[in-house]
């Protein structure tokens, strides 16, 4: 790893550019797929997504089956771009955190880092506190489906970068989406539907996007 990046950041004018060009897409093109080295970058953007000490309590399962995706489509209000899309990405976010997860994050991260276990122990410690508290606090859940958005973020964030359109969606029915996956220890809690637009056959690629003033959502103190 680099302490520094060696090649030029990515100007400011692209970055805002790719960021008003992106919208949540309606209306895919089914013929276009996302090449396979795009995808990589896609799935390499998802991986460095930060999360909350680094535990990552979630997956990301890419539904490449098309009869699952139908399926999914009709547990998501019939919304094309589950089928229509090049890609479809469903987050899932673990259910729990037991000490099982946090030795297994420990045991990663000492593989990872060269570091023993024993150098890893205090950290540990404080982990299954954590951990703890949140599956005793009842709060669990809410912790680990927020570390998902930050993933998704990533993953949008990405694309538009890319020039490669996405939708995230949350309409769909969760319990049936877990069923249809087969998932008991993590649930589906966002979905997001990657490929490239049919702008044609799209209502909403021309309409302007809705955002308040930035007063009214920033507020500098
Ligand atoms: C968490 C989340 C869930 C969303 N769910 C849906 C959805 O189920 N279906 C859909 O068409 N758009 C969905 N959207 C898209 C939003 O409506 C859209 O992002 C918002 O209107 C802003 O427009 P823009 O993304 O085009 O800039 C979702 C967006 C987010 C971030």
Not at 5 to 13: A, G, I, R
Not at 89 to 102: E, I, M, P, Q, R
Not at 162 to 177: C, K, N, Q, S
């Amino acid at each position: 790893m680099k302490a520094e990046l060696e090649k030029e950041k990515v100007s400011e004018e692209v970055i805002l550019e790719s960021l008003n060009w992106r919208y949540a897409t309606k209306s895919y093109d089914k013929t276009k797929k996302v090449s396979g080295e795009n995808w990589e970058t896609l799935q390499q953007a998802m991986m460095l997504a930060p999360s909350s000490f680094g535990l990552q309590p979630y997956k990301a399962l890419v539904i490449t089956n098309p009869e699952l995706r139908e399926k999914l489509k009709a547990a998501a209000y019939g919304q094309a771009p589950i089928t229509d899309a090049s890609h479809l990405v469903v987050f899932a976010y673990k259910k729990t955190l037991t000490d099982a997860d946090v030795e297994h994050f420990i045991e990663r991260t000492a593989e990872v880092r060269g570091q023993t276990r024993e150098s890893l122990a205090d950290y540990e410690k404080v982990l299954k506190g954590s951990a703890k508290r949140a599956v005793d606090g009842g709060y669990v859940e809410t912790w680990n489906s927020r570390q998902v958005y930050i993933a998704l973020g990533f993953l949008l964030e990405t694309a538009a970068l890319l020039g490669i359109d996405a939708t995230p969606m949350e309409g769909f029915d969760a319990a049936r989406f877990n069923e249809i996956l087969g998932l008991t220890d993590h649930s589906a809690v966002v979905v997001a539907a990657i490929g490239y637009r049919d702008a044609e056959s799209d209502w909403l690629v021309n309409l302007p996007k809705v955002r308040y003033r930035k007063e009214e959502l920033i507020e500098t103190i």
